[in-house]
């Protein structure tokens, strides 16, 4: 577990490996992927994201969510739809 600030700090480096290795199943990218998921732990990772910063998440996903090469579609595209996008419908905590 990684407060916000640490959270932040490996995220760049976690979704840099994810791109490079998308056509690969791994658990790296399932754990960077998961950490882009709801609920917020508290204090909030999602939440302490700036403007730019979700913008580039946003389109990290959106790779790995549409790419032909992805082997990361399913949990990508859940990813997006509970949090990334407007309507997002947020999974339950118990989940």
Known sequence: WLDAASWRH???FMMEYALRHRSE??????????SLRP??????????LGKPQ???VLRFLD????????????LATQ?????WTPGAIPREEDE
């Open 54 to 56: 979700e913008t580039v």
């Open 39 to 48: 609920p917020e732990r508290n204090p909030p990772r999602l939440g302490s």
């Open 79 to 83: 990813v997006l739809n509970e949090w």
């Open 10 to 12: 490996y995220l760049p």
């Open 25 to 34: 199943a791994s658990d790296v990218i399932d754990a960077v992927l998961t």
């Open 63 to 74: 790779v790995l969510a549409h790419s032909a090469d992805s082997a990361n579609v399913d």
